[in-house]
């Protein structure tokens, strides 16, 4: 194994932490064990690096308690590797690290909450289309955990940087903030047009940072009759890589929407959002289309089983 340099200062936490994760391999690991990545050749696809390095990072995470190490073979023996709950007390140091690289090294340093179309960060957001959900539960506004992704043919998953019942509660400078304001207006769009979403066969969830307090409070207000699910732990923002910002010492997640199937692939992606009602409609539009192509493919598969020959008759 490599010779590490152990860090001489037994009280700085700092450098404590970095003895453990300081290595960027390290951190890029956490990061794609939280996007569900687990298995040892998953990890080398998705990092490039060599088998002994990752052997070592693997073995180095496993002993600090980030990761934990669990047969899922026998015959040869394999084993997946877990976030463990001191593992994913780093999800926040990873969306602060995205919000740096985001607003200082891809962007302009301005405080946003949102994007241009054509900027680096659309483009990785965009390319979340195509991929999967990986499964993890996120509390209601009531604490009830459930799943993001629901049963019905569609999910459509709206993530928004906060909403208040009280306007004294949002942070100092919000209004001012590009792409902040106008949360309770998408989530009254929603909740106006939930019939037209129902109907076509998907489920609305809002998504936002906030305590589920906070999120009871204002649906109970705004009278919303589709969950609300906070993401205050970051684990779904971690596990997308989606955009945030950070005011007020709370990182939030940045507009954007997400149409989902049922089988956890993200088929469409509006991001950035510059006019919400017109999201809201480019939402709907993306779930009819998508189940109109789900029932044409339906169609077609029925159409070839009764053209295939039957069983010959001796």
Excluded at 127 to 136: D, E, F, S
Excluded at 219 to 229: D, G, M, N, T
Aim: hydrophobic share 40%; net charge negative.
């Amino acid at each position: 194994m490599a010779q590490r340099t152990h860090l001489g200062d037994a009280d700085c936490a700092i450098a404590q932490a970095l003895d453990v994760v300081g290595d960027w391999w390290t951190l890029l690991i956490v990061r794609d064990a939280a996007r569900g990545v687990s298995r040892f050749d998953e990890f080398q696809h998705e990092l490039g690096m060599s088998r002994k390095v990752l052997a070592e990072r693997l073995k180095l995470l496993v002993e600090a308690g980030v990761l934990s190490r669990e047969p899922y073979q026998e015959r040869p023996v394999r084993h997946e590797y877990r976030l463990t709950p001191r593992g994913r007390g780093l999800l926040p140091v990873l969306v602060a690290l995205q919000d740096w690289g985001d607003t200082w090294v891809l962007g302009d340093g301005e405080m946003t909450a949102t994007t241009d179309e054509a900027s680096r960060e659309a483009a990785r957001v965009h390319a979340l289309r195509g991929t999967g959900v990986p499964p993890l539960l996120m509390p209601d506004r009531f604490g009830e955990l459930r799943d993001p992704v629901a049963q019905t043919p569609f999910t459509v998953l709206y993530c928004f940087p906060g909403a208040y019942a009280r306007a004294e509660s949002y942070p100092p400078g919000w209004a001012g903030i590009p792409g902040a304001k106008g949360c309770t207006f998408e989530s009254c769009t929603y909740r106006d047009q939930l019939a037209e979403f129902t109907a076509a066969g998907a489920t609305v969830h809002g998504v936002s940072a906030q305590r589920p307090d906070e999120q009871r409070e204002f649906a109970e207000q705004e009278r919303l009759r589709f969950p609300l699910l906070s993401d205050a732990d970051l684990a779904l923002t971690t596990a997308l890589r989606l955009p945030t910002f950070r005011t007020a010492g709370t990182s939030r997640i940045k507009r954007l929407t997400l149409v989902i199937d049922r089988e956890r692939t993200v088929r469409e992606v509006i991001y950035p959002i510059q006019d919400i009602e017109a999201s809201v409609q480019t939402a709907l539009a993306a779930v009819r289309t998508a189940a109109a192509g789900a029932g044409d493919s339906a169609d077609a598969a029925d159409a070839a089983n009764a053209a295939a020959p039957g069983p010959v008759q001796s």
